[in-house]
């Protein structure tokens, strides 16, 4: 595997608050990945400053092996609209995209007029007059259509409605199959884009709280559920992330894979498996780290 | 130097707000001052003479500069960026950009001071373009002046934005009090000393020539402190 981007001990701290709290990770060529966390967790900030578009108080980030900032050979080959882009006064859509393509060297400009057309961009409005969700689309069209080796898309869904959501995200991976790239999509609205993700990372409060691929995810934590007293003596000595009681049925769940033979021996003692789906988990791996912490703290 | 033409190319993509826009104020300014000094010429019996028939709407278009200079920074910079292009490649293509407006302005305002000299100020004494004192040397001296002219104001309207951008209102209002501060000591200085002679002494020295180079020379001061705010601003 070969990285396109090296993080070491990344810290942004602005006057009273610190957004990015000594991140370290490393994204891989061509996978997608889903930069996951509440709002404010310092997801853009972290994509900010990979593109050069904000500067690190301490720490290091390489994009394609170099420094990106005033890198023109690095930048060239990225693209980070944000989430609350500006663009220039009086600018309708169609300027925004004529640009874009100036700009972009593997721009597709079919694939940005098939966009156009399934988004129902009104491409001759000045685009401080479009609504939300059609601004979002402009950010969306220039992402897909740039075709840049990475790719970020900040909340690229803000104000789009159900149906073009999904047609983002089918358009997404379509072309994504066919010109693969390295995708980072930032998100709070996980099981959405869990099927899509490759890899995902958890940032909290400024830190990383998980970096794992989807595929070890999956097996990250189990949920039992079952009578209460069969399911705490399985819980004794495990990692509980979360446990809620109805009468006398527990469903709690656990970190940490399950082997074939434990597996068995749960199934024998009456308890059900259920795979965790990525957001319970993001939820409850997130609330975890808040209650250690205060816990902490209160120590 | 591709994506450095980009992005002077980037500015013009609205061609409204660098073509039609200063156009119409030009255009505008013109048919007003002409409709005055039509009404005065009638009341008159006669036109009035140059000297008396200057009537300033010439730097109508160079405010509306100002404000170009200062969206250049505060509206296009932060699409540049997500454009991926580099603070110095932005730097220079809009840089680039303002210098071409500011020729293609001097060149409209020497070529229309020709027709505007023959006609007599366009048969009412209208004088906008052949702006006396700066278009009486050689007509190379008066387009250098016009250039310049242009091209600080939009400098200024740039830094004026680079401060604000990265420093924010704050930043920028005290420095802007402290400009004022410090001229109004200067003032106080020339003053006290009693210097206005050779103040008024160099001026009468100047000509349209080294006006213009030393408006050049302020564009360049400023043109550098922009970009050294610049190269640590976020969008």
Not at chain 1, 58 to 87: D, I
Not at chain 2, 93 to 114: D, E, M, N, P
Request: a neutral charge; glycine letters at 8%.
């Amino acid at each position: 595997m070969s990285p396109v981007i090296e993080v070491a001990h990344l810290t942004k701290r602005y006057r009273e608050t610190v957004a990015v709290d000594d991140v370290s990770f490393v994204v891989e060529k061509d996978t997608i990945y889903g930069l996951l966390g509440r709002n404010g967790a310092g997801k853009t900030t972290i994509m900010s400053i990979l593109t050069a578009q904000n500067f690190a108080t301490s720490g290091e980030v390489r994009v394609f092996g170099e420094s990106p900032y005033e890198n023109a050979h690095v930048l060239s080959r990225m693209c980070f609209v944000r989430e609350s882009q500006k663009y220039p006064d009086d600018a309708t859509a169609a300027h925004a995209l004529r640009i874009a393509r100036l700009f972009y060297p593997n721009w597709d400009q079919d694939l940005a007029d098939r966009l156009v057309e399934d988004f129902q961009l009104p491409l001759t409005r000045r685009i401080k007059k479009l609504s939300r969700g059609q601004l979002s689309a402009v950010g969306v069209i220039i992402g897909l259509a740039s075709r840049a080796e990475i790719t970020f898309f900040d909340e690229p869904y803000l104000g789009l409605d159900a149906v073009a959501r999904q047609l983002f995200y089918d358009r997404l991976i379509a072309d994504y199959s066919e010109h693969p790239r390295t995708i980072v999509l930032s998100s709070h609205l996980i099981d959405e884009v869990a099927a899509l993700l490759g890899h995902v990372i958890v940032v909290d409060r400024g830190r990383v709280l998980l970096d794992e691929s989807a595929e070890e995810l999956r097996e990250r934590a189990t949920t039992v559920l079952g009578d209460t007293a069969t399911v705490d003596r399985f819980l004794s000595g495990r990692d509980v992330i979360h446990r809620e009681s109805l009468g006398r049925v527990t469903s709690a769940t656990v970190l940490g894979a399950l082997s074939p033979l434990e597996r068995r021996e749960l199934a024998d003692a009456g308890l059900e498996l259920a795979a965790v789906p990525l957001q319970q988990l993001v939820v409850r791996l997130t609330l975890h780290a808040a209650d250690t912490e205060t816990r902490e703290v209160v120590r | 130097m591709n994506r450095t033409l980009a992005v002077a190319r980037m500015q013009l993509v609205n061609k409204q707000t660098f073509i039609w826009v200063p156009l119409l104020i030009i255009a505008g300014a013109f048919v007003v001052s002409w409709l005055i000094y039509f009404i005065i010429t009638s009341a008159m019996g006669d036109a009035p003479a140059r000297g008396q028939g200057f009537n300033g709407a010439s730097q109508a278009a160079l405010w509306y500069f100002l404000v170009i200079g200062v969206q250049a920074m505060s509206l296009t910079f932060p699409f540049s960026q997500a454009m991926s292009v580099t603070r110095r490649t932005f730097y220079l293509g809009t840089g680039l950009l303002a210098a071409g407006t500011g020729a293609v302005l001097a060149t409209l305002y020497t070529l229309l001071a020709v027709p505007e000299l023959a006609t007599g100020g366009w048969g009412v004494g209208s004088y906008m373009f052949a702006v006396p004192w700066v278009t009486d040397g050689a007509w190379y001296e008066g387009w250098l002046f016009f250039f310049a002219v242009t091209l600080l104001v939009f400098v200024l309207g740039f830094w004026v934005a680079t401060i604000y951008k990265r420093f924010g209102s704050a930043v920028l209002t005290t420095l802007l009090m402290g400009l004022a501060l410090a001229i109004v000591a200067l003032i106080a200085l020339v003053t006290w000393q009693g210097w206005w002679g050779n103040v008024g002494a160099w001026f009468a020295a100047q000509t349209p020539l080294t006006m213009a180079l030393w408006m050049l020379a302020l564009t360049v001061a400023l043109g550098i402190s922009s970009y050294g705010t610049l190269r640590r601003a976020t969008p």
